[in-house]
């Protein structure tokens, strides 16, 4: 069975700092993708992932694909409010694309000034 | 491009009712699309895959007699909730996959489902 955990599960930091999101799953997969969701909304897609030593950048966002450890991070560079969301990693199933995702529980992210 | 809907974006009903979710793709051909369900605080996890054309799978655990799925054309699934409780409230999102292009999946705005 496939699993994808997330941690830490709740983040709240201050505006202006640094921190990583971290996502591990159990099994070959090849593509990791990174999503934002805002409250009662659905999900915005940041990054897809596609290959062992894959990075990606979109603002104070950075993501990264370790294949081999099985572990993606997304990193949050001085952090401002408008970064508060919960953000969710998930994999391709076994099938790859044509199995649907399997998401990690998620990272609430709360960012005061 | 690449824009999925949900219809409709909220829906309250009676229990023991049956309720219908409606996903389109609105600009692309989607052989296949996904139902996911989120509860509050929660993450999404996969229901069923939905193929134009046959039938749909089911994830383990959940209930293909309760959650009916038809994906009559390329651009439509819908998604029945069928004698409806409490318990099945919830978020309900639906994405799709271009035809041809299954690495990639576009995500809809999701419905909520409240039962009373």
């Known amino acids: 069975e496939l699993k994808v955990e997330q941690n830490p599960l709740f983040l709240s930091m201050q505006e202006g700092k640094n921190y990583t999101i971290y996502c591990n799953y159990s099994t070959t997969s090849d593509r990791l993708y990174w999503y934002r969701q805002d409250p009662g909304k659905s999900l915005e897609s940041l990054f897809v992932?596609?290959?062992?030593?894959a990075v990606k950048q979109e603002g104070r966002l950075m993501a990264s694909l370790d294949t081999k450890a099985r572990l993606s991070t997304l990193h949050i560079t001085a952090a401002v409010h408008d970064l508060s969301a919960t953000y969710f990693c998930a994999v391709d199933g076994p099938g790859g694309g044509a199995d649907g995702l399997t998401f990690g529980k998620g990272t609430h992210l709360i960012i005061q000034p | 491009g690449a824009v999925v809907s949900q219809h409709p974006s909220r829906v309250i009903c009676k229990s023991g009712t049956s309720v219908k979710i409606e996903c389109r793709s609105l600009?692309?051909?989607?052989?296949?699309m996904f139902w996911y369900r989120q509860f509050p605080k929660k993450s999404l996890m996969l229901m069923a895959t939905?193929?134009?054309?046959?039938?749909?799978?089911?994830e383990q655990g959940v209930e293909k007699d309760k959650f009916l799925i038809n994906h009559a054309s390329l651009t439509l699934s819908t998604l029945t909730v069928t004698s409806a409780h409490p318990e099945d409230s919830s978020f309900y999102i639906c994405?799709?996959?271009?035809?041809?292009?299954?690495?990639?999946?576009?995500f809809g705005p999701g419905t909520r489902l409240t039962v009373l």
């Open positions: 994405s799709a996959s271009p035809s041809g292009r299954r690495n990639e999946q576009f």
């Open positions: 939905s193929n134009e054309g046959s039938k749909a799978t089911y």
């Open positions: 992932l596609l290959s062992n030593g």
């Open positions: 600009d692309f051909q989607a052989t296949t």
